[in-house]
Structures are given as C-alpha cells and as structure tokens.
C-alpha cells in the first residue's frame, strides 16, 4: 500500500514537471522549432541563471525535448498571431523605415 502511494506521487510529480520549459515557451508566443528545448539550453550557460535553479533545468530539459518533439507538428503549421509577435513586427519595420530616413 505504502509503496504504491509512494509510486504514484512520484510518477505524478514527473508528470507534473516535465515539459515546463515547452509549455511556457508555446504558451508564450515564441516562433520557431524546440523553443523549449532552447530556452532551456540559454538557461543552462547563461551566468545570470541561479546555481539553485540550474538542478531544475537539467532535470527538466530531456522533458521538455520529448514535450517539443510532439508539438513539432503544432509548430510547423501555427501561424502566430499574438500581441507580441504584431508588435515585435511593428517595431522592425519602424526601425527599417527609421534607418532609411535620414538624421535631420
């Protein structure tokens, strides 16, 4: 009995846990192929990230490389409409149009 409980909490907590770095990503609006996949990786050699949190990301990375494989389909075939990315468009081609204009 105890073991089976014991089972079925860590098998849950796995569950719960894998793939963070995935769901974030594609739930944030980020374009591309395994953008899970590669926030964790900039997470890893960044200087900036905690020595506390790092643990977490290697642990958590094969996960979310397994979560980014099944939604390569998704990521193929979205067309990304959100906030962010209008505005991220908008501001390149202000910046484009701004480069073309001479300094007064």
Known sequence: ????????????????LSGCSSVMTHTGGQEGYYPGTKASYEMLTDDGTSWGYKPFVALDMPFTAVMDTL??????????????ARVEAS???NLATNSVIPPA
């Open 1 to 16: 009995m105890k073991s089976s409980l014991a089972r079925t909490i860590v098998v849950s907590g796995v569950v719960a």
């Open 71 to 84: 939604l390569l389909p998704w990521d193929m075939f979205r067309d990304d409409k959100s906030v962010k």
């Open 91 to 93: 501001e390149r081609k």
